[in-house]
């Protein structure tokens, strides 16, 4: 399984690109994958093609009225590990025996 | 004001580099800068020398003991704009007229 | 078609990723998509399928033997441009009327 | 010593933000830092605060005209190495004994 935070935005669509956005989560939240959506972008939890299709249906769409997308992708691989949306979170705050600022 | 996404880390530690993580989560959270921490990074708001500086803490302290660092930052400036850890988030679920999965 | 920048490497393996570096070099430069290698990653251009499954071919070799991995990803999506290999930084020389240290 | 790679620019102000680019490029050039640009942004190498002032500089120009920018910056430090703009694609090179496309 893999983390992968995705951010997609159009160039050439004005400054606020908030519409698009809110359609890449529209697609996004009805995947049925898991996902934490935050403020620089969404961080997605899945085997490998089952996200990176999810990220391909967003830029499926936003190609379809934007001629120009900007898109980064973190990915984060760890064999055998599952839950980590929480569980990466979790073990900070454990270590620093208090709760930090999540959303 | 902007919007900074960090995610930092050391090569040769192991594959377990949540002590490095707690480390510099521990510099932010004591820092008074606003934050969010989510499974992939975490996003500070501030002004640009500002949110740098918490940056560069979390560097030199890993540095210390740590021979190679890999890190990625993403920036997010928009003129006037504040408070947005919480507003582009909430804008997003304003326009989708539902909860979304934030953490 | 997209420009697609990627970096991966392993955690676990030690300070030098040298090694696994080169062997996803291998799989770009017999891959037969247009790319081009830097310092901080490789630059691949092509349709979306066609350099994502390049990419995901070096996840795939990197996985059998490193139990987790860092990958990083930038999307430079634009309609109806091609051969932006080159011509993104010839037009920045020529804007600046001079030639630029590209490598 | 580190090696950064940053990519800027504005949104807001059309598809093509080429102009903006080469203002970067400008402030980079004239630095007196050592850099490589490639067609998804540009590498410079030095201490912390040096190459990190570039970019701040570059940060400082775009505001000037541009109310929102967006920033990607990604960072290799690795403990008394030098020279690592030419020697790690060249240690590429070095493992698969053949010159590889880098520019």
Same mark, same amino acid.
């Given at each position: 399984?893999?983390?992968? &935070? %995705? ?7 004005? *400054?606020?690109?908030? =519409?698009?956005?809110? #359609?890449?989560?529209?697609? @996004? ?20 093609? &089952? %996200? ?7 830029? *499926?769409?936003?190609? =379809?009225?934007?001629? #120009?997308?900007?898109?980064? @992708? ?30």
């Amino acid at each position: 399984m893999v983390l992968l &935070e %995705v951010s997609m935005s159009p160039l050439g669509k004005g *400054e606020s690109v908030g =519409k698009y956005v809110a #359609r890449s989560l529209e697609i @996004i939240d009805k995947s049925g994958v898991e996902y934490r959506l935050n403020p620089m972008g969404t961080v997605l939890e899945g085997e490998w093609d &089952e %996200v990176m299709a999810v990220v391909k249906q967003c830029y *499926e769409r936003m190609r =379809k009225d934007c001629n #120009r997308i900007s898109c980064s @992708i973190k990915i984060d691989y760890r064999k055998g590990a599952v839950g980590r949306l929480d569980s990466k979170v979790a073990s900070v705050q454990k270590r620093l025996k208090r709760t930090l600022k999540t959303s």
